[in-house]
Structures are given as C-alpha cells and as structure tokens.
C-alpha cells in the first residue's frame, strides 16, 4: 500500500512485457501486470495511466533527450549534422536494452492500436525536433524536413538494430541509416533532371 | 431510398466539411451530414462507414495513386527520382482542390483524433511505396528510407501548399520541399565530420 516499492515502474513495465508477449496485449489486464510484479494494482495506476502507457512510460523522457541533444550542438553545425550528433547520444540510452527493446517492439507490432501510439510518439519527436532546429535559427521547410528525416533514421535504424542479435550497437545501425539516407538523397543533385 | 442519388458521395464530403468547419467535428453527426447533403442517413451509411471516414474515404485511392505511379517509372531510374516523378502525378489530382484540401487540413488539425488518423494513412503510404521500392530491386534500408523521404516531402509541401492561397500548385511546394531536402542531407556529404 503506502509503503517504499523497490523500482515499482520497471518491475510493472517488465511484468506488463512479457504478459503481453505471452498472452497478447488485448488479453491482459491491470491487475494480472500488478499481480506478475508482485505489486498491487493501486501501486499500478499511481505508475501509469492505463495498460498502454507502461509500453510509452518513457516517450515523454526520450523527447526531451532528444530536444537536449539537438540543442546541446552547436549552434554553427549544418542541421543535418546536429540530427547525426544528436542520433548519436539518443543512441546510448539504449545500451543494454537490446532485448527490452526486441520484446516491446514484437508486442507493438502485433497491436494496431500500439501501432498508432508509436506512431504518435514519432510524430511528436518530429514536431519537437523541428522546433528546435526552428529556435536555433533554420528557417522552414529545411527545419520540418531535417526532423522528419533524422526520425525516419531513427525509426528503420531501430526497427533493424531490434531485428537484429543484438551484437552491433543501435548507433551503429542509426550511422548507417543516416549515411543511407544521404546516399539516397544525393543521387540526383545539381539538378531536377526530368524537367 | 432505393433512388440514384447523383453524386451522393461527393455531396455528403462536402456537408460533412462544411459542418465539421462550422461546429467542429465531434459536434457532428452523421444524420446532420445526410441532411445537410439532402440525402437519407441510410445513404450516408451507404458510402461511409463513420463520420471520421468521410475524411478519408480517398485515402485507398490515393494509396493506389501512388503505388501505380511510383510502378510506372523507368527501373533504371534512381529512387528519389522515380519518387520525385511519382510526386508529380500525385500532385496533378489536387490541381482545382486547393481550397477543399485547405477546409479538410483546418479540420483535420483541429481534432487529435483525425491527426492520428492522418498518421495512419501517411505512414500507410510509407509502407506502400516501400514495397513498390523492394519489387522493383531496391535493397532496404535504401527502399524504406527513400520511401519515408518521400512521404515527409508530400506531407511538408502539402502543409505548405495548403498555408497558402492557392495561386502555386502542389507541384511546386512538392519540388520545393525535395530539392531542400536533398539540400539537407547532402551538407555533409563524402564524411561523417565528427568521427
């Protein structure tokens, strides 16, 4: 009840994970999250709002890391740069979290309504990115676009570092995205071509 | 009942727009439309499952629109320039809709319901013409990527467009955007810089 819980949120956020993986998410229930954890479910709902929000407990605090990063660069760096600097420190949080990270991932894949929250939670990063990059001086649509390519990096370089064994680090796969992107893009440049 | 409703489903998008622009969309409902249309709810229901798929009820037509142009480029094309021809034909449907597409993008951005549902369909898309890439002998992370790119290009030049009077077609503010794009992740290209 009142009393000190020992890491109740990660307790109820791996508990929450591995009922989901293995009853599906649809199927499990506040209480049986709290029961798996050892904790009761008043100690669950004064952690997180419902069921959904123990699998994006941490958008809110990848955001503003995100937000820090890109704002921690200077100020001189082209944007595209600060987006790689940022990738770069984003990238340590998940250190460790391979396969945290693997089993959220498989849950939200096989959940629409998970998969419409993730897509939410990017879309926000986006937004957040943009508007800094916009508080620092560049002008739009270069702001919006550099945003919206460095979370589109963000997004595949993830999706393969998750589906991957683990022994290569996300930055890595975030590096290889972005250069990717920049191979992708500058294929046509100095001119439109077909006009 | 049973008689030929001329154009029923352009006039009920239209009521639709018209009332969700006056008192917002979760103030309407769907029997309001079909009056404000002239028609019957049960004609209404004939062509929309909900209030919300009014709004969307050319996003599986757009989806196709993009997939078939996007499959109708040269394979010997580069990727971005396959999407940059694909943009073109996309923007050539909105040409005499720019003040359609500006009441529906007030009224999509005014509900975080319709916002997300917006995200499902550009992230639809992405998806879509992700796998048209790999058909054609893209490798990934090369097709996801230059698909993502593409569809952050439409949606930021379609903003732009629509934040506008009209006067500039959608084709420009999609050559506009990519070209920045392209301006963008080519800063640093040939180095990483900061190794």
């Not at 990017?122 to 676009?145: D, F, I, K």
Request: glycine residues 8%; hydrophobic residues 45%; charged residues 25%.
């Amino acid at each position: 009840m009142g009393r000190w819980e020992p890491n109740a949120r990660g307790r109820l956020e791996q508990a929450a994970l591995d009922l989901y993986s293995e009853r599906g998410f649809e199927q499990t229930t506040a209480a049986q999250i709290a029961q798996r954890a050892g904790l009761t479910e008043r100690t669950f709902f004064r952690h997180y709002a419902d069921k959904r929000e123990v699998l994006f407990g941490g958008a809110s605090q990848l955001e503003e890391a995100f937000v820090a990063a890109l704002a921690a660069t200077p100020v001189t760096a082209a944007p595209i740069d600060a987006m790689a600097s940022t990738l770069e420190t984003i990238a340590t949080f998940f250190l460790e979290r391979h396969e945290f990270a693997r089993q959220r991932q498989a849950v939200i894949m096989a959940s629409a309504e998970l998969r419409e929250r993730e897509l939410i939670k990017l879309a926000s990063l986006a937004a957040a990115l943009a508007a800094t990059l916009r508080r620092r001086g560049v002008q739009e649509p270069a702001a919006s676009l550099t945003a919206e390519a460095g979370i589109a990096v963000f997004k595949i370089g993830f999706e393969r570092w998750v589906g991957e064994n683990g022994e290569r680090a996300l930055a890595e796969f975030l590096r290889e995205s972005l250069d990717e992107l920049k191979v992708v893009a500058g294929s046509d440049r100095g001119g439109r071509g077909r006009s």
